[in-house]
């Protein structure tokens, strides 16, 4: 089992469209978890730390279930721009050693 | 604002030659961390470092090496360039503890002929 798991999408949603990401970690022990932004031929760009309570920041919720080991996010209300690959990112034990999903595509479509 | 920056955005060597790739951020963070980025296996750790001249292995550090002779800059070096080593690197630097963001730089293609 990969030790982080995403769907690679595409996922094609109209503008406006509400859109939710899953990802799946297999180490129980992760204590950090992010959301990075990846544009096409662009690095990597962090859009939102996951807290074990949720959070939200504007359009984006990020949530972090513990149980099942996965965490979502969830864009409401969606732009063009919000165009671009996600990718889930899980810290494992007390290194900074951080392990990305192959990340998901989304496409918003006028 | 961060800035972390890479010597050379594309990059075209032959099989055999040795490459060395310098990444450089000016927010004085202990952490820095290369990566290379190919379709359908996402972001892989090379090496990362925690200190000046201090380095650790990360999953695939196989044909490489690095150098972290100041804090700032942080050098991948690839000994003998083969075409399985043709890829996306980037560089990331964070600040120390876990919850700390990664910064990474524009990345350098790299195409081994």
């Known amino acids: 089992r990969k030790e982080v798991e995403q769907d690679p999408g595409p996922f094609n949603v109209p503008e406006g469209a509400t859109v939710a990401f899953n990802c799946t970690y297999s180490?129980?022990?992760?204590?950090?978890f992010f959301w990075y932004r990846q544009d096409c031929r662009k690095e990597p760009k962090l859009l939102m730390s996951?807290?074990?309570s949720g959070n939200e920041d504007g359009r984006f919720t990020a949530q972090l279930n513990r149980a099942s080991q996965y965490i979502s996010l969830l864009i409401r209300d969606s732009k063009l721009s919000d165009s671009a690959t996600y990718l889930c990112?899980?810290?494992?034990?007390?290194?900074?050693?951080?392990?990305f999903g192959t990340g998901t595509l989304l496409a918003v479509q006028p | 604002d961060v800035k972390v920056t890479q010597s050379s955005r594309y990059l075209v060597k032959r099989t055999g030659e040795k490459v060395f790739l310098e990444c450089v951020q000016d927010?004085?963070?202990?952490?820095m961390f290369w990566y290379r980025q190919d379709p359908g296996l996402g972001l892989r750790l090379i090496y990362f470092?925690?200190?000046?001249?201090?380095?650790e292995k990360g999953d695939i550090p196989e044909g490489y090496s690095v150098s972290r002779e100041k804090k700032e800059r942080f050098s991948l070096i690839l000994e003998s360039a083969s075409t399985n080593q043709t890829s996306m690197y980037l560089c990331?630097?964070?600040?120390?503890?876990?919850?700390?963001?990664?910064?990474f730089g524009p990345g350098t293609r790299l195409l081994v002929l």
């Open positions: 470092s925690y200190d000046v001249k201090m380095k």
């Open positions: 996951v807290y074990s």
């Open positions: 927010m004085d963070h202990e952490n």
């Open positions: 180490n129980s022990a992760s204590q950090s």
């Open positions: 990112v899980v810290n494992i034990g007390a290194t900074n050693k951080l392990i």
């Open positions: 990331a630097s964070s600040a120390g503890g876990i919850q700390e963001t990664q910064y």
